[in-house]
Nanobody
């Protein structure tokens, strides 16, 4: 059974940094691209960043480009999201997901089929 578990969320001041982690089990991690999405209550879940199986291709939402960085460690079946210069509008539940389209860095949610429960990130002003 595939499991995707996020951690690392919390409260951070605007301008600060946070690093999220996501551990996947029950799958061959190298066969999957990984992505981060976020959702605010009352709004649609939105794409944040993704990475292909080897880490050679990444995609970012315009709103986080230059501030967030996605990476992965295939030996640990873990994907990371480094968040720098966070802003109050980055407050959301951040979820990790796996996509079988492992050669690309997908951006659209239907391409991902295994999702975690999410971790809350709150940015105070």
């Amino acid at each position: 059974q595939v499991q995707v578990v996020e951690s690392g969320g919390g409260l951070v001041q605007a301008g600060g940094s946070l690093k999220l982690s996501c551990v996947a089990s029950g799958l061959n991690f190298r066969n999957f691209a990984m992505g981060w999405f976020r959702q605010v209550p009352g709004k649609e879940r939105e794409f944040v960043a993704s990475i292909n199986w080897s880490g050679t291709s990444t995609s970012y939402a315009d709103s986080v480009k230059g501030r967030f960085s996605i990476s992965r460690d295939n030996t640990k079946a873990t994907v990371y999201l480094r968040m720098d210069r966070v802003q109050p509008e980055d407050t959301a539940v951040y979820s990790c997901a796996a996509s079988p389209l492992n050669t690309i860095a997908p951006k659209t949610q239907p391409l991902f089929d295994s999702w975690g429960q999410g971790t809350q990130v709150t940015v105070s002003s």
